[in-house]
């Protein structure tokens, strides 16, 4: 396999990022209102640099999460949980809409991230 790969799909503008940022943000408060409990305030404040990041930066391909030559990002604070899943929702890992099962028993997005 080769190492090196051409991100998916064109890249976004200023204005594509700032909409889907926007747009990340009202799913972070869907989720954390579903799961009746969260801390938005890190989500909500990381989402400009998570949308840049994860639509228009790494080096990742959604069909092959495990692949070797994929970009990594480590997320140090818990508490943003949320903004990392919409994120890796948003760049197509898995659908969106999913994430509204935040915090709920048997869900793969935990309270704190976890290596799905």
Known sequence: MNS??????PRLSVEEL???AQEMRA?????IFAAGSG????????LDIAAALYLNVLNQDPA?????????????????AP??????????YF???????????G????GHPNRM
């Open 95 to 105: 659908p969106l809409e999913d994430t509204v099962t935040l915090r709920q028993l």
């Open 4 to 9: 090196t790969r051409e991100q998916r799909g």
């Open 64 to 80: 092959e999460p495990s692949w070797p030559g994929r970009d990594r990002v480590f997320w140090s604070a818990g508490h943003k």
């Open 18 to 20: 700032r909409l889907a």
């Open 83 to 92: 903004a990392l899943y919409v994120a890796l929702g948003r760049a197509g």
């Open 27 to 31: 799913m972070v408060i869907t989720d």
């Open 39 to 46: 801390h938005p305030g890190g989500s909500l404040s990381i």
């Open 107 to 110: 869900s793969p997005f935990e």
